[in-house]
Each structure stands twice: as C-alpha cells, then as structure tokens.
C-alpha cells in the first residue's frame, strides 16, 4: 500500500533530510511490497556549469538545473539579475522507493525572461540567432504549459520487484549499451557523415 496524498518535498527539504533528491520513504526499504511516492518540488533553476556542460561559452559559470526552457518561479524572477543560483523553478519529479520514475516542468512562455535565461547560461550570437523563431513565436503570447514524462519501464520494474530495469524492456541494451537486435553501435560510412557534417576528429597520440 502507499500513503495518500503523496508528500510533497522541496528540493531543500530532501537534500537536507535524506541527501539527495530522490528520497525512498518507506519505512522498512526491505519489503519489496511496500510503496512510497512522493513529489519533489523546488528545484533551482541554476547549477555551476562545467567544461563538460553544452551550454559552456562566454565566460559564464551557469547551466540549466533542468533544462533551458524551465520557468522561474514567480516570486524569484527578481533574482535572476541579483543571484541567480538561488532562483527556484517550477520543476516537478515524481519518486517512487528512491527511484526518479517522472520528471517535467513547466515551460517559460515570456520572450523576455527566456532571453535573459539564454544570456545566462552563456549563449553567444549564433546560438540565440538558432532560437530566434522560437522567440518570435513567444511574442505572440502562448498560455502557461507543462507536463510530465513518466518511465513506465521504471515504474513496472519496481512492482515487480526486479533489480534490474533491463527485465522489464523488451529489446534491452546490453551492459555495454550495445544493442544486439539492432546490431548497434556499428559504423558510419563516409558519405553518412558528410550528409549529417559530421566530422570524426581521432586523437593520432592514443593510436601510437
């Protein structure tokens, strides 16, 4: 059985309480047969951008928590000019025994403060010029919008009781991603590449 109405913790809440943000709630985490959602709310806008990061260009040390299009909470849009990194969003996870099983948000829908979250995060000339009909489109006036995608194949192998989510997918990877029904990876032609221009770049250093 699970606890009705389902506990609702901001990102804070579950950070400081359980240590991540993906808290399992059950009292006994043993029994299989035990289940508790919750929702986790609150989660910022913002983390400190890595080299790793897409978004990484311009000098700027901000990354999409989420992802670039996640509206800031009403309350904090002052903030973004101020300090950024305490900016809460509107992004939504749904857990079930410590397990992300949905995830969404919802979506930005005024020109402005989506510019000013492109700024943010780095964007230089060509890549806002990439969006621009995306911000015209905004400058027409769309109606607040959101959802929810939920991992049905994470939800299953949990009421199953199966360790791993492979069990439950049809057609799964392997363990090294490989997908044998598909015989993938595999390679690419030449003229593969240069339809898509792409350019494969091989380090001559690790081949000697």
Known sequence: MTKTP??????????KEYGNDKP???????????????????????????????FHGAGKKLAPSHHMFTAPK?????????DPLKVKSYQHDMVLNGVEIGGGSIRIHDPKIQKKI??????NKKQKEQFSHFLSALEYGVPPHGGIAPGIDRLVRILLGEDNI???????????????????PSEVS???LKELHIKI????ASQK
């Open 6 to 15: 389902w506990p609702r913790l901001t990102y804070d809440q579950a950070m």
């Open 190 to 192: 030449d003229e593969q």
């Open 74 to 82: 009403e309350e904090d849009i002052k903030l973004l000019d101020k």
């Open 24 to 54: 399992d709630l059950r009292k006994n985490k043993k029994d299989k047969n035990e289940l508790a959602f919750c929702w986790v709310l609150d989660f910022p806008l913002f983390t400190k951008q890595t080299k790793e990061d897409f």
């Open 201 to 204: 770049i091989t380090d001559d």
């Open 118 to 123: 492109f700024e943010l995060i780095g964007f």
């Open 166 to 184: 492979r069990e439950v997918i049809a057609f799964p990877m392997t363990g090294e991603t490989k997908d044998l029904m598909m015989g993938a």
